[in-house]
């Protein structure tokens, strides 16, 4: 970060129009760059330390998210509901390539002119590409702009533009919208971790405190995305 200049702060990059330039461009450039990550497909020498998946990715995160809320053991069942939801709504996964993980909002450099830098590669690995869209687009990581479906900078129709003008990269819209309820799932599990390393003593810290009241919202945001109606016939 020394070498790159930029400002990544999610929600001051959002509300300050004066970053990034062009706000449909830059999501059209966001989108291309998330293009290129996912051009990188298995197996890769260079990579050989990335465990390629043994399961269909979405049942892996689910089990993994479950897991953790049995290790909180703190009774959450709106995250329980969303869960479940995922279990009987799982995507098709029509091929695995490197992920980001954690691309979004908060996570890439920009200055006046334009993108700049993506940063935070410590989730990195091989996964559903899909999974980094719906991260994106997730209206957790939109901050003040819920509008803006493109990670509150940009429509989603400009996002979506500059991911499929490359590498012949297409969308299932449908893995999408499951991959972004899966993160608020995701950010929900990690604000409870958060919180609780705060309430046992093991950090005293107000941030950590604070992002525990995220919770409601996240929850609310689950059972919406997640009505009766939206069950499928599984």
Same mark, same amino acid.
Not at 155 to 164: C, K, T
Not at 188 to 216: D, F
């Given at each position: 970060?020394? *070498?790159?200049?930029?400002? $990544? ?22 989108? +291309?760059? @998330?293009?290129? !990550? ?7 020498? %260079? ?26 053991? #703190? ?10 939801? $995922? %279990?009987? +709504? @799982? ?11 954690? &691309?979004?909002?908060? +996570?890439? *450099?920009?200055?006046?002119?334009? @993108?700049? =830098? ?24 939109? &901050? ?6 493109? =990670? ?6 400009? &996002? ?5 003008? /490359? &590498?012949?990269?297409?969308?299932? #819209? ?8 899966? $993160?608020?799932?995701?950010? $929900?599990? !990690?604000?409870?971790?958060?919180? +609780?390393?705060?309430?046992?003593? /093991?950090?005293?810290?107000? #941030?950590?405190?604070? !992002?525990?009241?995220? @919770?409601?919202? *996240? #929850?609310?945001?689950?059972? /919406? ?10």
């Amino acid at each position: 970060m020394r *070498l790159v200049e930029g400002i $990544a702060l999610g929600p001051k990059v959002v509300k300050d129009i004066s970053l990034g330039g062009d706000r449909e461009l830059l999501g059209k450039r966001l989108g +291309n760059e @998330l293009a290129k !990550i996912h051009s990188v497909h298995p197996p890769r020498s %260079e990579l050989s330390f990335l465990k390629i998946p043994e399961n269909h990715p979405a049942v892996e995160a689910i089990d993994t998210l479950r897991s953790y809320l049995d290790d909180i053991g #703190e009774a959450r069942p709106v995250l329980e509901w969303g869960l479940r939801w $995922a %279990e009987v +709504n @799982l995507p098709e996964t029509s091929k695995i390539t490197l992920v980001h993980k954690d &691309f979004r909002s908060g +996570n890439y *450099l920009v200055d006046s002119h334009g @993108l700049n =830098g993506i940063l935070d590669w410590e989730f990195a690995g091989w996964g559903d590409p899909m999974s980094d869209l719906g991260w994106f687009c997730a209206e957790c990581w939109r &901050f003040s702009r819920p509008d803006l479906e493109a =990670g509150g900078i940009s429509s989603r129709h400009a &996002f979506y533009q500059g991911y499929q003008d /490359n &590498f012949g990269n297409t969308i299932d #819209e449908d893995a999408v919208m499951f991959w972004e309820l899966m $993160a608020h799932i995701r950010w $929900a599990v !990690i604000a409870l971790q958060q919180c +609780n390393r705060h309430i046992s003593g /093991n950090q005293k810290s107000l #941030e950590l405190a604070l !992002i525990g009241r995220l @919770l409601p919202e *996240l #929850e609310l945001q689950i059972l /919406n995305m997640t009505s009766p109606q939206t069950w499928s016939a599984a």
